[in-house]
């Protein structure tokens, strides 16, 4: 029997910062999970660490968007109709959650966490040799439309309150960034502070190596053994029976399968999203993602190619691949950039863990001792997995956490 003073369960990039972080501060830790570090939704993302971000995806304010997704003809999301009734009260919080004066609370409640992103990611990545995945290239945001660029006024104004900086570009001072894009965009922002990861696996890889070189135990094991044993929290993995007094749930999107079990149920949904990697034509390059505004998908430069990723799809986390949005995107996409051919049979399928507020849970789960929760992450998991790592970290160790922790509290679902 080993015994440990924490468990994390999960070694995505948010369970991994978690360990490195608390073996840091001398903790006895297991990383337990049932795959390789990364190889979860931490793998496929888009690769941006976006210290920049403002606001978070809302829901659609405008009908004729919202009708377009309605006939499964927009590319910024999709749906299985079969399984809108199970999410409808996660809707109806997530619109409500949408409102002018909603976003700009959660920009706020959610600033003291991208503040730190990019510094607590590339401190990490330094101490981890691994600072050759990041790149300080920002990342370009294209609107096709005049009108699409004006709406980002508020989310402008904002940015000059809060300090972020970003230039906004005119299409030749685009073209000067990247001049592998074709010129079928009118505006460009370039949000100059974000990062970029060339390969978001060989990151969290790193970090879980750097766990262990600390002294961190890697295990490998289901999540779903977690039991109480005696005065312990007890996990089966292959080396054995694990005990420890506390235990942190880092899941992400697979959270609800080890927690329904201890009898919390906290409202999270899931937003699919896809990816594939294309070679580019002769020496067409991207030097940082670029996000095509009005089509809702990013090209990002990576280890295996440039990675189309697409917007949301709403949809059981489990149910069948439906790729549709990637073939709604590929004309637009391939009409901005000259995207060669595939470079794997099929398409990545992930699951953004998300509640409707836009907040991750990083706390205490409610009524049960010795039991924390750390996922949620939405679109951000991979900017803000290093940041929440440090928060949990110190909440757990007693330390002074570097904000307050208050805003993502489980307990905010229970008033
Ligand atoms: C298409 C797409 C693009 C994205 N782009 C970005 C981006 O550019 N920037 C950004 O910040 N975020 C982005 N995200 C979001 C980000 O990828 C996620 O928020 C983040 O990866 C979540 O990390 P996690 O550690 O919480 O979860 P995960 O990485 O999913 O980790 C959970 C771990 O739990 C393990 N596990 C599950 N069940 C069990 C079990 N029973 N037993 C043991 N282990 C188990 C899994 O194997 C996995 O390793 C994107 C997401 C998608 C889908």
């Known amino acids: 029997m080993a015994r440990t003073d924490i468990i994390v369960l999960g070694a995505g990039i948010v369970g991994t910062s978690i360990a490195v972080h608390l073996v840091k501060r001398g903790m006895a830790v297991a990383l337990v999970d049932r795959q390789g570090a990364g190889e979860g939704t931490s793998y496929g993302n888009a690769g941006i660490i976006e210290g920049n971000t403002i606001f978070p995806a809302a829901f659609p304010s405008d009908l004729a968007t919202l009708v377009r997704i309605a006939l499964k003809r927009s590319p910024l999301a999709n749906y299985h109709l079969s399984h809108l009734p199970r999410i409808a009260s996660w809707i109806v919080a997530f619109r409500a959650a949408s409102r002018p004066a909603r976003l700009i609370e959660t920009a706020q409640l959610m600033r003291p966490l991208f503040a730190r992103a990019v510094a607590e990611h590339e401190a990490l990545a330094a101490e981890a040799g691994a600072s050759r995945h990041l790149s300080r290239n920002g990342w370009l945001k294209l ?24 230039v906004a570009l005119d299409r030749d001072g685009a073209l000067a960034l990247e001049p592998a894009l074709a010129p079928v965009f009118r505006r460009a922002v370039h949000w100059t502070g974000a990062v970029n990861v060339s390969d978001p696996l060989a990151l969290t890889r790193a970090y879980a190596a750097r766990f262990a070189a600390l002294g961190g135990l890697p295990l490998s094991g289901d999540a779903r053994t977690l039991h109480r044993a005696d005065a312990h929290w007890r996990i089966e993995t292959a080396g054995g029976p694990v005990d420890a007094g506390d235990v942190v749930i880092a899941l992400g999107p697979w959270t609800p399968d080890v927690l329904h079990r201890v009898g919390i149920r906290l409202p999270l949904a899931v937003k699919r999203g896809y990816h594939r990697h294309f070679r580019p034509t002769g020496n067409a390059s991207l030097g940082r993602p670029v996000l095509d505004t009005e089509n809702g998908y990013v090209l990002a430069p990576m280890a295996q190619g440039i990675r189309l990723t697409t917007g949301v799809e709403f949809a059981a986390r489990d149910a069948a691949p439906t790729p549709v949005q990637l073939d709604r995107v590929l004309p637009a996409a391939r009409e901005l950039f000259a995207l060669g051919e595939p470079a794997e049979r099929e398409p990545w399928l992930g699951a953004r863990p998300c509640f409707a507020d ?24 991979l900017t803000l997995g290093p940041a929440s790592g440090r928060l949990v970290a110190e909440m757990m160790t007693g330390a002074t956490p570097f904000c307050d922790p208050k805003p993502y509290s489980a307990e905010r679902f229970l008033q």
């Not at 508020?154 to 970003?166: F, K, T």
């Not at 836009?358 to 998991?381: F, I």
């Open 358 to 381: 836009s907040r991750p849970v990083l706390s205490r789960a409610p009524k049960t001792r010795g039991l924390w929760l750390a996922y949620g992450h939405a679109h951000w998991g």
């Open 143 to 166: 609107y096709r439309t005049e009108e699409a660029f004006a709406g980002l006024a508020p989310e402008l104004a904002l940015a000059e309150q809060l300090g972020i900086a970003n």
